[in-house]
């Protein structure tokens, strides 16, 4: 048995059905931002303690979720008993073929046992000789031959290396960031990103941000910046989905490009930064 959080088990329900933000969106008609937010146990987010409820019920009856239990957690700050299934690997020993043979003969080894390792070292043994062999015979009784060889290979190496031009190194491609959309969803697609893709958040001094992020090594998929707590991190997919506390005082890069959040209709309230990467 494992205790988890209410969101942790509206996460984990959502990922056995295989089902994205968008389409739980469109299923519980709950707002992405909001549906991040209770994934993320992220309470104070939510409008207040009457849309909460009402909207784990709707979380609860699409996704055929016990609401009783994620109401009785919720209300009691309590995590919530699931079971997960058995892991029978961890009783599983492998045993090695030589240890099988101790264990059957239980007694002292044979020439048998020995003969596989004394072939394979003469085998060994064999090809060396036969190597040094070939070696020693092959060797060329004047060794001015080789001198003059080498020297009219090293002029003549000289000689083309002077009549063609240095390669010039190509320059870098510069990151394109495209900003689209209004109100407040935006999205950023991304042209000439260099590998792996760095997104670099931080806040302005004395802000304080929710930021909750998919497809992105950001442990626990969120974090609250300040501008004593900047991150940087890697996204892991071509398509990464911000959802954003406020945008007043936010700073969002993808490698050292600015994303423009201008297009943010209310600054204040929670909006969602859609990163695609081309």
Known sequence: MAQKTVGQVLRDKRAKLDLTLNEVEDLTKIQKTYIVALEHDDYEALPGDFYVKAYLKQYADRLQIDYDK?????????TIEVR???DFSENYRFVKPSERDEMDENGEKTFKHYLPIALLGSVAVLIVLSVSLAVFLNKPKNDSIAAN??????????AASSEKPAASTPAKPTTEITVTGDGQALVATVKNAPSPVKVSLSAASGASIWIGMTNADLPTGQITLTDANPTTTTLTDAQSIL????TSGLTVKIGDSTVDLTGIAAPESPATLTINIE
Request: aromatic residues 8%.
């Open 84 to 86: 997960d299934p058995n």
């Open 70 to 78: 994620l109401i009785k957690a919720y209300e009691n700050g309590e």
């Open 149 to 158: 060889l080498y020297s009219v290979s090293s002029t003549s190496s000289q």
């Open 243 to 246: 959802t954003l506390g406020r």
